[in-house]
């Protein structure tokens, strides 16, 4: 692979004025700002720089993947959200901590997170949008867990190294997020209007001291969150620290709702796809908005900006209108569809476009940004994730280490070509080359025994390691 990572300048990111060891904080001035963006069970195939295909129009997500970092095989490291968006914060699976599934277990307090990494650096941290890793009040019914029924699963921002967010526990409508019409569709509707009967979702949105927030809540929910970030920002700016923002979008999951303004390039098809469709280019002119003010703002160069999704697309081909292009699988499953997203990253400053085919994944987030920043990690307990910078420098082709995957009763080891995948917890095997084959239609099993045995081999110890973490022993 050629070197398109534009050399790190000494005095932007390893001045040795910065640095007395490589452990000690970079000087704030020169530290550059981090945002995480994230959606909500958007396919492979959704977007048009993964899939010429598709009518969904993302033309700002687009132009991210033009003028910057383009990963063909990055993957969630689960096929559902919660553990995907822990193992983003901990570079770790979420096996270790248990966090198995959606809605199951929470962030633990004992974790180590990229905003506490961040803050002996100076570094402002805030998280927008979509939670996931634990409740949010322990006294009143709220989302799917909220209230005294999952008070020990009580998991907030502040109790992870940020100093601000605007948060929901988990999904909301995409459009007016507070209200859904009686008996909704739990797909998704067209936008309520004016004198028509409402009830309210059932899901609340709060802010960092825990208040639930009633202002500023209708229309584009995307826009709702971004209302939030873009203050975040100019206050950062103004006291002079550098930023670190996640924003977790609820677009595209269920319920699916868009406004005319966005589904009017859409209205031949029926009302779901419609609104599907909608809500993901409402979500894409949103981070249009962000690049935007970024620019203005003169903060772009300076500024890495990460995009993912948590997870494959929901339902099946058949029923729902979201798309995993041609790979097997969709949300749940750890067949490609369901792990494979799209990634994208850019930093103007020191990023040249270019396309990488090596395999990384949310986990590699942390270490990625610890090696940036020369900061150490202060523990011995296991990283699942390793620095993507040597693939992106052009430094390496190839991946130090397998990715490990657990969900449910499925395994799944992949070693660059090569996947190993059990889908009943180690009683059926199937080997596949997906470089050859991302579809996942050729099991070789049976024409490669050896290459299925080494894997079984080293699988069979990372799952022994993360039920070790998940004990308590790493702490």
């Known amino acids: 692979m050629a070197n398109h990572f534009a050399c790190f300048t000494p005095v932007l990111l390893f001045s040795s004025l910065c640095f007395a060891v490589a452990s000690a904080p970079r000087c704030e001035a020169d530290a550059p700002n981090i945002i995480m963006i994230m959606c909500d069970d958007l396919g492979y195939g959704d977007l048009a720089c993964y899939n010429p295909q598709t009518v969904i129009k993302t033309p700002h997500l687009n132009q991210m993947a033009q003028e910057g970092v383009r990963f063909t095989r990055f993957y969630s490291a689960a096929p559902v959200c919660s553990p995907t968006r822990g193992s983003c914060l901990t570079g770790r699976h979420p096996f270790r901590f248990g966090i198995y599934f959606a809605n199951t277990g929470h962030l633990p307090e004992a974790e180590i997170t ?101 202002e500023n809540l209708k229309g584009d929910t995307s826009r709702v969150v971004m209302d939030r970030v873009i203050p975040f920002i100019n206050q950062s700016t103004k006291q002079q620290k550098p930023f670190f923002a996640t924003i977790w979008f609820h677009a595209p999951h269920l319920p699916v709702v868009s406004a005319q303004e966005y589904t009017k390039h859409y209205e031949s098809l029926d009302s779901y796809t419609r609104n599907y469709f909608g809500c993901i280019t409402a979500m894409d002119d949103q981070i249009g908005r962000l690049r935007k ?134 009683k059926s095997w199937e080997l596949y080359n997906v470089t050859l084959d991302p579809g996942e239609s050729d099991n070789l099993l049976t024409t490669n025994p050896e290459v299925a045995k080494r894997m079984k081999q080293d699988l069979m110890r990372w799952i022994k390691s993360c039920q070790d973490s998940d004990q308590g022993l790493d702490y």
Request: some cysteine.
């Open 293 to 426: 003010h970024l620019s203005d703002k003169n903060l772009s160069n300076n500024t890495i900006l990460w995009f993912c999704s948590d997870n494959g697309p929901e339902g099946t081909k058949r029923n729902a209108p979201g798309s995993a292009g041609l790979l097997r699988g969709r949300k749940r499953s750890l067949y490609e569809g369901g792990v494979r997203v799209p990634g994208i990253l850019v930093w103007p400053s020191q990023l040249d476009p270019q396309t990488i085919d090596t395999p990384a994944v949310t986990s590699d987030l942390l270490p990625s940004l610890m090696d940036l920043l020369e900061i150490d990690y202060p523990s011995k307990r296991p990283l699942d994730g390793l620095s993507m910078l040597p693939i992106i420098r052009g430094e390496r082709e190839h991946r130090m280490q397998p990715i490990g995957f657990q969900s449910a009763k499925q395994y799944a080891w992949h070693d660059e070509d090569w996947k190993l995948y059990s889908p009943d917890m180690g």
């Open 114 to 214: 990229i905003p506490e990494l961040l803050e002996p650096s100076g570094y402002q941290s805030g998280h927008f949008g979509k939670w996931h890793l634990g409740t949010l009040t322990k006294t009143i019914l709220d989302s799917n867990r909220g209230g005294p029924r999952g008070a020990k699963h009580y998991s907030i921002p502040s109790m992870h190294g940020y100093h601000d967010s605007f948060v929901t526990e988990s999904k909301v409508p995409t459009h007016d997020p507070m209200v859904a019409p009686p008996n909704a569709s739990k797909n998704g509707w067209d936008p309520l209007k004016a004198n028509d009967p409402v009830a309210a979702y059932g899901t609340r949105f709060w802010n960092h001291d825990v208040q639930e927030v009633n």
